[in-house]
């Protein structure tokens, strides 16, 4: 079935540094990728999308990457800041099927002074 | 502009009690999503509207859960009778459509049956 997971459910690192938060996915027809994140008392909010004809994409200090090789996707945050630690949840998207967004479990960042 | 707006944003209950959960999404935003949310898990679909025809209610507990989004703008999710397993967050989204993955949350009612 749809399934989307994290390796990590913690990831701690220091203000400055460079952060990468994987996810694997488990549904190979999946075609549409999103990454969200979510604070504390907060819902989700987009962060960067990719769709399965690209395996790059780059935001703001942000850039996911996709293999479809191994099913795996990862998102890294440049120059980490206090304002990233959140929980980021990968996302994906069959559309041409159940077009339903399916949500992985999240892994908690917290980015250290 | 407004985001997604939800009310109440926490309620507490007994169980077997009735509840109901209000959403306002995004002026112009035809589609809606109702999600359910466990504490350190993921969103899970519960309902999806595309306009005021609910596409997507696969996931939705119809033996006590109803939704229903008259005239394609807000909508309310009720609960009757609850249960102590729904203890959670109950999201609300919206999206320009269903083909984007950019959906706009809203910050959730947190519901707590005791």
């Known amino acids: 079935g749809e399934s989307v997971g994290l390796h990590l459910p913690t990831l701690s690192v220091q203000e400055g540094d460079n952060s990468i938060i994987n996810c694997a996915y488990s549904?190979?027809?999946?075609?549409?990728f999103i990454w969200y994140k979510q604070e504390s008392g907060k819902g989700p909010q987009f962060i960067i999308d990719i769709r399965s004809n690209m395996d790059k994409r780059q935001g703001q200090r942000v850039t996911v990457l996709l293999n479809k090789t191994v099913k795996h996707l990862s998102l890294q945050i440049a120059a980490t800041q206090p304002g990233d630690s959140a929980v980021y949840f990968c996302a994906e998207i069959n559309q041409g099927g159940s077009e339903k967004l399916v949500f992985g479990k999240g892994t908690k960042l917290t980015v250290n002074p | 502009e407004a985001g997604v707006v939800q009310s109440p944003r926490y309620k507490i209950i007994e169980k077997k009690q009735p509840v109901a959960f209000w959403c306002n999404p995004i002026s112009g935003h035809n589609t809606l999503y109702w999600y359910l949310q466990n504490l350190g898990q993921g969103p899970e679909l519960l309902i999806r509207y595309e306009n005021e025809e609910a596409v997507d209610d696969s996931q939705l507990p119809k033996d006590r859960f109803s939704a229903e989004r008259l005239k394609g703008v807000d909508s309310t999710l009720k609960i009757q009778p609850a249960e102590l397993g729904d203890s959670a967050v109950y999201l609300c989204?919206?999206?320009?459509?269903?083909?984007?993955?950019?959906?706009?949350f809203g910050e959730g009612s947190r519901l707590t049956v005791l």
């Open positions: 989204a919206s999206s320009l459509d269903s083909l984007t993955g950019e959906l706009f």
């Open positions: 549904n190979s027809a999946s075609d549409y």
